[in-house]
């Protein structure tokens, strides 16, 4: 059997404090995103019974793999390529700042993995359903949409004469920010794929993940912090305020009228 939550929980929290202190002693945060990937992966793993495993089980954590993998990297390659997370400005200097963002990226580990972290502590099986079939479309697409977005961002920001201008080809076309959409269907993905095998108050807080996720990236580190930046760098273009007034801020062909 894999390692019980509470073991997991407690690894989680360690690895973000070590990568606290090595961001304190170092004055960085270029291992930030990368030490989180690595949490979902390990984290992931432990929680598996090897022995006994199921295909459900294998299934369910080799998407989190997958995810956990592909962005890791992308967000390491990037932070090398640029040399620092903006987000990190204000704290870099800041301990207990510091020790706050490392823990809550703890916190965002655990919370999105729960459905993940149930299913892989189970020990009976049954038979796949509609739901696992769909759920893990549902990841699929997700990813792809995620990867497709990311990669199209980044070919656009490595072409030079790109410089200063904004990106509204591609899949940021029909949304301003297309990867988070795609982060959203992946784990709302895996959360459906595992679903039916929750019992009990796992229902309750299994379902906490892709709400957690979507809050997350709607109202605090993701989208709230990129539509700033953006309005300092093009509010007075007309251009991009045309973009930001026919285009989705999130979900494609989804554009909600401004209040």
């Known amino acids: 059997m894999g390692l019980q939550l509470g073991k997991l929980i407690g690894i989680d929290f360690a690895i973000q404090f070590l990568g606290w202190a090595l961001s304190v002693k170092f004055r960085t945060e270029r291992h930030f995103d990368l030490t989180g990937s ?57 301990p207990t700042r510091l020790l706050i963002t490392w823990m809550l990226q703890g916190i965002w580990v655990l919370i999105t993995l729960l459905p993940t972290l149930y299913l892989n502590q189970k020990q009976v099986d049954k038979p796949l359903r509609k739901t696992d079939y769909i ?38 076309k029909y949304s301003r920010h297309p990867n988070y959409f795609g982060e959203m269907c992946a784990w709302f993905g895996l959360y459906i794929s595992s679903s039916h095998m929750l019992v009990g108050y796992e229902r309750f807080f299994g379902v906490l993940s892709p709400i957690f996720v979507t809050l997350l990236i709607s109202f605090l580190s993701g989208i709230p912090i990129l539509e700033r930046q953006a309005m300092k760098l093009f509010a007075s ?21 401004r209040i």
């Open 237 to 257: 273009n007309p251009a991009y305020q045309a973009y930001r007034n026919r285009t989705p801020i999130l979900i494609p062909f989804l554009n909600f009228p």
């Open 135 to 172: 759920g893990w479309s549902l990841w699929l697409f997700g990813f792809i949409f995620e990867t497709i977005a990311d990669t199209q961002k980044m070919s656009f920001k490595n072409n030079l004469n790109n410089k200063n201008t904004f990106i509204e080809t591609g899949l940021w």
């Open 38 to 94: 690595l949490t979902f992966i390990l984290l992931t793993y432990l929680s598996r019974n090897k022995r006994r495993s199921t295909l459900r089980q294998n299934i369910q954590s080799s998407c989190v793999f997958f995810w956990a993998l592909r962005l890791g990297a992308f967000l390491f390659y990037r932070i090398l390529k640029v040399g620092k997370d903006s987000r990190f400005d204000r704290m870099r200097n800041n």
